[in-house]
């Protein structure tokens, strides 16, 4: 992940632009003039739909992005622009044709509930004069992206002509080209790299019924020879993703709480493609994707995922080393911030935890019981020596932090210098303060600003002090 966060990609996105248009309202009454709902609208919004939603999670991922497209010389393209031009995508290999409209979809939601979508878009395939426009524009300056994405919403951008002709010239420029396809016939994405098409997609572009990893294989297999693809793959849904390379591999699904599936497919091929520039091999590359999508879904709408989510949301998982546990004030603010936005309830505790036993297991799995994100402030070094006298700590704070981001129940570390976690207390704010069973009437640092105290009797005969005099008895 630190990799990740380290490179910044140059991504070119082709495909089938749209605006995603939602009107908000409520219904309490059916209309007099036909039997229809009456919704009364409160608010609209808008975002970046169809290749625009691969261009929004690019962008939140971190990647430098361009787009080539086709719009329609009309209001609704110049509003599409426009909200590309505010997330810092240029729009000056954006061609427009005459007497094409732009897509905008629009959808009725009353009551959280969709009941009416209406769509003004044009469908048949761009002019040859647009598919000589983006080919033209492109071949000068190919060289210059880590990774094509063709993201084919089936809305006549990407025709066979202008497919078979980006990858013709991204295979002579050593380009590689990634394919979120659309329709029963993937033979215009032939060359392509890799392919993205959920099992439904694969099901009705190979005629093979995929019920069991026999015929899942033969899908992949067929799809990587007719196609002729270097990587084959298959979204497999709650299932997770489905790789051929020179064998049959699936990446397992992570996602904790699914609210809402859309735009996950856009997710997908967006961190397949960041993960792929950065040189990743697929079996990184589908557990990255696998990761991200993990986070979208648990969102509600068209989402996007930030590089810090899925670094997160991978801790979270514990699928991480313990290194990704151990945190700075600065990140766990962050995190904490982005927990509480979604409505998880953080706990914490602290202590030095110096030599590690059972009595700390016990009590930091009960501590998590208590919330969804545990979160251990841990004594520095000195502040130990503070604390215990100068032949302490045993261990020294890298170490103690570690072992401690290393346990089922902990979700980060935090060290800090002082001698208690008053300012680290005061800047999280969890929602639960959890200390030892000892503490029962004495006043507990930070308390005031935590949701609910909790004290937890620790183990009998189980502590640090105990260990060091049972070994300097023998």
């Given amino acids: 992940m630190n990799f990740l966060k380290s490179f910044t990609p140059k991504i070119l996105v082709i495909g089938d632009l749209m605006i995603d248009h939602y009107l ?28 625009g939603n691969v261009v929004n999670n690019l962008v939140a991922l971190g990647a430098d992005v361009s787009v ?55 469908k048949e395939d761009i002019l040859k004069s647009s598919v000589k426009s983006i080919l033209d524009s492109l071949s000068g300056a190919i060289s210059q992206y880590d990774v094509i994405i063709l993201s084919d919403y089936g809305k006549g951008v990407l025709t066979e002509t202008l497919c078979q002709g980006i990858i013709n010239l991204s295979n002579e420029n050593n380009v590689k080209v990634l394919v979120d396809p659309k329709g029963h016939d993937f033979i215009k994405y032939k060359g392509a790299y890799l392919l993205t098409p959920n099992k439904k997609e694969a099901i009705l572009a190979t005629k093979i019924d995929i019920c069991n990893k026999q015929t899942l294989k033969e899908a992949l297999l067929k799809l990587k020879k007719e196609c002729d693809l270097d990587i084959s793959l298959i979204t497999l849904s709650e299932d997770g993703i489905a790789t051929y390379d020179k064998e049959l ?80 004030f600065d990140e766990i603010f962050e995190i904490v911030s982005r927990c509480k936005k979604n409505g998880k309830k953080i706990v914490f505790t602290n202590g030095c935890f110096d030599i590690l036993h059972v009595g700390h ?71 639960t303060l959890v200390k030892g069973g000892d503490y029962k009437g004495k006043e507990v640092v930070g308390s005031e600003f935590s949701g609910e105290l909790k004290l937890v009797d620790f183990v009998h005969g189980k502590s640090t002090t105990k260990t060091i005099e049972k070994i300097q008895a023998t």
Avoid at 391 to 400: H, L, Q, V
Avoid at 406 to 430: N, Q, R
């Fill in 24 to 51: 908000w309202g409520s219904c309490e009454r059916i209309s007099p003039e036909a039997p229809v709902q009456v919704v009364d609208i409160d608010k609209e919004t808008t975002i970046l739909g169809g290749a």
């Fill in 249 to 328: 591999k699936i990446s397992p699904t992570v996602a904790k709480e699914v609210f809402d599936v859309t735009g996950a497919g856009d997710t997908v091929i967006a961190s397949i493609a960041y993960a792929v520039s950065a040189g990743k091999g697929i079996d990184e590359t589908a557990a990255f994707a696998n990761l991200a999508a993990g986070v979208v879904v648990g969102k509600i709408g068209s989402a996007t995922v930030t590089l810090d989510e899925v670094e997160e949301y991978e801790a979270l998982l514990h699928k991480s080393t313990s290194d990704a546990h151990i945190k700075t």
């Fill in 361 to 431: 297991v016990k009590y930091l799995q009960i501590a998590k019981g208590f919330g969804d994100v545990l979160i251990i402030g841990l004594n520095s070094d000195e502040s130990v020596k503070r604390l215990k006298g100068e032949s302490r700590p045993i261990n020294i704070a890298k170490d103690r932090a570690y072992l401690l981001a290393a346990l089922e129940a902990v979700d980060f570390v935090v060290p800090f210098e002082s001698d208690t976690p008053h300012d680290l207390i005061k800047m999280l704010s969890p929602d």
């Fill in 68 to 122: 080539r497209s086709v719009i329609g010389n009309d209001n609704i393209g110049n509003e599409l622009l426009d909200m590309l031009k505010k997330i810092d995508v240029d729009t000056k290999n954006i061609f427009i044709q005459a007497n094409r409209k732009t897509s905008k979809k629009s959808r009725v939601i009353a009551s959280s509930q969709q009941v009416l979508r209406y769509d003004k878009e044009s």
